[in-house]
């Protein structure tokens, strides 16, 4: 009897140690992909650092031969959101195809760089497009969901600025600015402001958003 009394509190705390084990950003890639990237950020203002992953699907059936005869991995990329806490981190949210792959055709230019950030505890996907622009969304962690709260674009010709979009989508505001000179090589332009409301019933998820190719903004 003493025995057994001697047992029991050591696999009690064996089955509290497991239990407890902390789970590393990789423990939660799904199985058919791999991580692509990984990127580290403050996303609700704890001092830690919480993590994203950008992950990428491993179906051999989407690599293909582009029209250069080369052989590319067309395999979309997906995210994961993950906070940091003491026993490790934990699911946020996810989206397993959201982002189309990098190696799509982008015409006469190179396809948009998919760019991840952190600002202020929000989430930035950013999407780079060299001479053309940027166009940026912004989420924010509420209600258990990541939630796009803004959004912002930049069409740009070179060094000249045509129009810059920004949206507010808590405020319900718009703003648009376009330049007016004509004469404009960059960094001489001059804008004119038009304000306007949007009309939105609910916050995007991020988890919800079936390929952001698709996101057209310009509907609000």
């Given at each position: 009897?003493?025995?057994?009394l001697r047992?029991l509190?050591l696999l ?5 140690s497991c ?23 403050d ?21 293909v ?6 052989k ?16 490790g981190?934990?699911?946020a949210?996810r ?9 799509e055709d982008?015409?006469v ?8 950030g ?15 622009g ?32 920004s949206?507010?989508?808590l405020?319900?505001k718009?703003?648009m600015?376009?330049n ?5 090589i ?9 304000w306007?409301?949007?009309?939105i019933?609910?916050l995007?998820?991020l ?6 190719d698709e996101l ?5």
């Amino acid at each position: 009897m003493k025995i057994k009394l001697r047992i029991l509190p050591l696999l009690y705390l064996t089955i509290i140690s497991c239990g407890a084990q902390s789970k590393e950003p990789h423990d939660f890639i799904p199985k058919g992909y791999i991580e692509f990237e990984k990127h580290f950020g403050d996303l609700n203002k704890d001092g830690q650092d919480d993590c994203v992953i950008i992950i990428k699907k491993t179906d051999k059936s989407n690599i293909v031969i582009n029209r250069f005869d080369k052989k590319v991995d067309r395999n979309r990329r997906g995210i994961i959101v993950l906070i940091k806490n003491e026993s490790g981190y934990q699911l946020a949210d996810r989206n397993y195809d959201c982002f189309s792959s990098e190696n799509e055709d982008g015409g006469v230019y190179y396809q948009p760089e998919l760019w991840i950030g952190f600002e202020k505890g929000n989430l930035i996907v950013q999407y780079l497009h060299g001479r053309y622009g940027f166009w940026k969304y912004t989420f924010r962690f509420q209600d258990s969901n990541f939630k796009l709260i803004g959004y912002d674009s930049s069409s740009n010709r070179g060094p000249l600025i045509e129009t810059e979009t920004s949206i507010n989508y808590l405020t319900k505001k718009k703003l648009m600015r376009k330049n007016t000179n004509e004469n404009a090589i960059g960094g001489d332009e001059i804008f004119k402001e038009t304000w306007s409301n949007i009309e939105i019933e609910n916050l995007i998820k991020l988890s919800e958003i079936k390929s952001f190719d698709e996101l057209y903004m310009y509907n609000y």
